[in-house]
């Protein structure tokens, strides 16, 4: 499965390719008994997609094969035994990507000219992701985190070790020149590098920073510079090993109270934007302004769902069995806010009941 989805990866995605380029949504489940269904729904959308390949005039019977074989190599990476929410294939010619989602997806097939991006757009922004550096003097590991799961990030020159072992330590240790390990000149270096490392990191996949170590550790780290705005430090040695659950347990009380203070101040941005006038509330109204650009900042409840249907100009709230029906218009939303460079901040349901579930702040 693609473990990690970056501004470059996601405009990758998004660009036309040769037709036909398939989408596969489904949306899976955590738990016994509503996981079993799951096995048999993916067989039946795999069926599904083969024949529309099948049917389509326009898919000659080599790229037939090829998008087939593809989608049979994706099916292949899904560990529906771990699913989360959602699942998302793509597959083309010459590329195929599965992802696994902790926000539900409506059921699609689609053959287009490109891939059908913006339930995975919705809900990568939802995922809150975060990183956590965990820092030892002979080690240093990087932690790709979310609400749903922590795993270690194993790439970009992570995780960095070295050895301790210092063969004049013995000589230096007789005459009382033995430094502390955090003032030595090696270790400086070996944390600068790693310093070096998570700032290019944090260039190509932005997101908040926790730096977890000693309180030795983190003192050497703030002297090497700044790693970002919103970096939050938690003073926890012995995590550099891991594991995963003892890095999500450390990152998350400061990770909660960060959010509820986030959702504090969206709540009064959006009070404040009412005042003055610059305020859009509700699916229908949010919509609107968004396919104007005039949005700047957009603010979601993360599970809210709703069907709609465009009527008038408008969208009005619909069954899901009639023509035109649209369950999934809040990522669509979410996918044409970013297009248009909006700030998208998911808050907890609820947070928002008051605004219509869904909110912006206006450019103008």
Known sequence: ??????????????????????????????????????????????????????????????????IVDRLGRAVGEVDLA????????????????????????PER?????????RNLVAAHAAE??????????????????????????SGDGFPLTRSLEDPDAER????????????????????????????????RAP??????????????????????????????????????????????????AREAASTATITAELEAARGRREFAGGLDEVWQAVQEGRVRLLAVEEHYRTVVREEGGHLEPSATDQPGARDDMVDEIVEQALEKGAEILFVPDDALAAQGHIAGVLRY
């Open 207 to 256: 997101r908040p920073l926790y730096v977890i170590g000693s309180t030795a550790a983190l003192a050497l780290l703030e002297e090497l510079g700044p790693l970002g705005p919103g970096t939050v430090t938690i003073p926890h040695g012995g995590l550099a090993d891991g594991p995963a659950g003892a890095i999500s347990e450390a990152v998350e009380p400061v990770r909660t």
């Open 82 to 105: 771990h699913a989360q929410d959602g699942l998302v294939i793509f597959a083309a010619r010459g590329e195929h990507h599965v992802w696994s989602l902790a926000r539900s997806v």
């Open 1 to 66: 499965m693609d473990p990690l989805l970056t501004p470059d990866q996601l405009a990758e995605l998004r660009r036309p390719r040769p037709y036909p380029a398939l989408s596969l949504l489904m949306p899976t489940h955590r738990r016994e008994p509503e996981n079993a269904q799951d096995p048999v729904r993916l067989r039946n959308l795999v069926a599904r997609a083969e024949r529309a390949l099948e049917n389509d005039p326009d898919v000659s019977r080599e790229q037939r094969a090829e």
């Open 128 to 153: 809150h992701p975060y990183w956590a550096l965990a820092v030892a003097a002979d080690r240093v590991s990087l932690w790709d985190g979310t609400p749903e799961r922590t795993t270690e990030h």
């Open 172 to 203: 230096e240790q007789r005459i009382g020149d033995l430094p502390s390990t955090f003032q030595d000149e090696a270790t400086r270096r070996f944390l600068r590098e790693a310093h070096d490392k998570l700032r290019t990191v944090l260039a």
């Open 109 to 117: 097939v689609v053959l287009a000219d490109t891939f059908l991006t």
